[in-house]
């Protein structure tokens, strides 16, 4: 897959680079660009964001991989991200992590054949004080038990007829 920008999108680029004292401090709109553009950051849009701003691979592919924002394999319509880290942990995240791959039958970092759900297990969501928390894409399920969870997940199948 070729990885281009149009005009528009790099002269935002441009335009962004000139708010700080380092180019490549745009780093994270670029790769937050090309996810939104292609879905996720294959290897091709770490080379791009690269070219681009004048860095590494080896430092792009650093940031991609450290953030949990960004997908670099393709993801389900519905991304399920529980988040393990030790308040949800201890509030019973891992329980619902293996309800989801139960009823999904999928494990965390698989999708479904269906391309319907991705389930991943984050390290932090930033919602400690609400624990367990799942993100579904861009919305957080917090204060989160079994119920609660398969009633979410049974009315995003009966929405896609599942």
Do not use: W
């Amino acid at each position: 897959m070729e990885i281009r920008f149009t005009d528009e999108e790099l002269q935002k680029i441009e335009s962004l680079k000139t708010r700080y004292l380092k180019p490549d401090s745009v780093i994270l709109e670029v790769l937050y660009l090309i996810q939104e553009k292609y879905g996720f950051i294959s290897y091709e849009g770490i080379k791009y964001a690269s070219k681009i701003l004048d860095i590494s691979e080896e430092h792009v592919y650093g940031i991609v991989s450290f953030y949990s924002m960004f997908n670099t394999k393709p993801i389900g319509k519905y991304h399920l991200q529980v988040c393990t880290n030790v308040s949800c942990m201890l509030r019973g995240a891992y329980e619902l992590l293996h309800k989801l791959e139960d009823e999904l039958k999928i494990k965390a970092g698989e999708t479904t054949p269906d391309g319907l759900f991705t389930i991943s297990e984050v390290e932090c969501l930033g919602s400690c004080g609400t624990a367990p928390v799942i993100q579904i894409n861009k919305d957080y399920l917090e204060n989160l038990n079994e119920d609660k969870l398969m009633h979410v997940l049974n009315d995003l199948k009966k929405a896609y007829g599942n």
